[in-house]
């Protein structure tokens, strides 16, 4: 397992942990039909060959791509070689070229292999056969040109990591016939939307973002959304592996009470997010959760969790996480701790905290759970510029829903509070301050 050594710069950390995640991830379980099963069944007629610009592998009854040696910028692969069809990009097997900006993949290949199309520099279009299948583990991994791909119909698998770190992807359109998808597009800076034919019946999008199909399972959240807050739907009940790893612009993210599931490295490496309150029915922090989220400032942990996976908190802040936790803390001291959570080490912690549901109380600026005076000072002095007053959200005293805070809303938050503690309606004056 590689360590994880404190210090070096922002890039080299995130390098770091990215290298780590990989590590783990490369290590999944593999069937015997995710990795050239046929080879077991066809032996091969003799060793790598030569054909043009090309190197390939001859078996009984079909050949596999094996190298490209040319210098040409568009390059169309064969589909028969010496009578023998070819039907596979092998592992690596168009990998590192530094001249290739247009792939021609013929009909006939049905699989693309592990890295097979990958780190190319200049890479900028591939246009795929209606008889592709499946395309494997990080197969089109580390293409920085590569800003659109139309994946075709006919497609049933696309493995994890498929376009790790392609930095300058915007749109992926996925047809109605894939089936299954791994972890998808993570440390694609410039990704904004997913495209899912209408008639898929494994997967849809909302506005871009990746969701089953009866959108209970949030599979992956673009990064380059442009958006500071996103707010789970309650039809959702799981959080995919990555769903929002690598997000490079959202602050918050609200997650309903009704996700009950959330995948390894959902919310690790996202650049800005500062606050994330946890729904009540988890029980698990999954491996790397927020781990290397730089600016976290504050997260909400319900009691029901039990238990908190390897690197779930690691933590690169200069400053500590502030931990508001529903339990006691003897019972906090009761959950399982994976290693390498150095975020919780220095944490400042705030114990037998009632959050209630992720329902806003309105004015409950101070988000203690409950609406009273002290929202109504608290608010006073920030308006005053009081210093060190923190509103843990401010969004609850926007009365007048105009995305600032003033003395309008101040004046909304006393009359409120009039009304709630007296039960009737009242006009409430505003004097100097008070």
């Known amino acids: 397992m590689l360590v994880l050594e404190s210090g070096g710069n922002r890039n080299e950390k995130s390098i770091a942990f990215l290298v780590a995640a990989v590590i783990g991830l490369s290590a999944l379980p593999v069937t015997a039909t995710d990795r050239s099963s046929t080879i077991s069944v066809c032996a091969a007629q003799s060793k790598t060959q030569t054909f043009g610009d090309f190197e390939y592998t001859p078996y009984t009854n079909y050949a596999e791509i094996n190298k490209y040696t040319g210098s040409e910028t568009t390059v169309e692969l064969p589909s028969e070689i010496n009578g023998l069809k070819v039907t596979k990009i092998a592992d690596f097997g168009l990998c590192n070229n530094k001249t290739l900006e247009k792939l021609i993949i013929p009909e006939g290949i049905t699989e693309i292999g592990q890295y097979a199309i990958s780190q190319n520099d200049n890479l900028k279009e591939i246009q795929f056969p209606s008889t592709l299948q499946t395309i494997g583990f990080t197969a089109i991994s580390y293409n920085k040109s590569l800003t659109e791909v139309h ?18 992807l915007t749109d992926i359109y996925i047809p109605s016939s894939v089936e299954s998808i791994g972890y998808l597009a993570t440390y694609c800076y410039d990704l904004k939307n997913f495209h899912v034919d209408e008639n898929n019946h494994s997967y849809c999008d909302i506005d871009g973002i990746l969701y089953s199909k009866d959108q209970t399972i949030l599979v992956r959240y673009p990064e380059h959304r442009s958006a500071a807050t996103y707010i789970i739907p309650e039809t959702v009940t799981e959080l995919a592996d990555s769903a929002f790893e690598s997000d490079k612009d959202l602050e918050k993210i609200e997650i309903p009470d009704t996700v009950t599931t959330i995948g390894e490295r959902c919310f690790s490496m996202c650049a800005n997010l500062k606050s994330i309150k946890l729904p009540h029915e988890i029980t698990e922090i999954s491996d790397y959760c927020l781990g290397a989220s730089d600016k976290l400032e504050e997260v909400y942990i319900p009691k029901s969790v039990t238990s908190i996976g390897f690197t779930a908190f690691y933590n690169y802040s200069d400053f500590p996480l502030k931990i508001y936790y529903e339990g006691t803390q003897d019972e906090w001291n009761h959950i399982t701790i994976g290693k390498n959570n150095t975020g919780l080490e220095d944490a400042e912690w705030i114990y037998s905290y009632s959050f209630g549901t992720n329902e806003t109380i309105k004015g409950d600026i101070n988000a203690n759970g409950s609406f009273d005076v002290a929202d109504i000072v608290l608010l006073q002095k920030w308006l005053l510029s009081v210093s060190n007053v923190e509103l843990l959200d401010w969004e609850a005293a926007d ?18 509070f009039i009304r709630d503690a007296t039960n009737f309606e009242v ?8």
């Open 151 to 168: 994946l075709p119909e006919g497609l049933k698998k696309i493995d994890s990591g498929v376009f790790f770190t392609c930095y300058s």
């Open 399 to 416: 009365f007048y829903e105009y995305g600032i805070l003033n003395i309008f809303d101040l004046c909304m938050m006393k009359r409120k």
């Open 427 to 434: 006009s409430v004056l505003l004097v100097d301050g008070n």
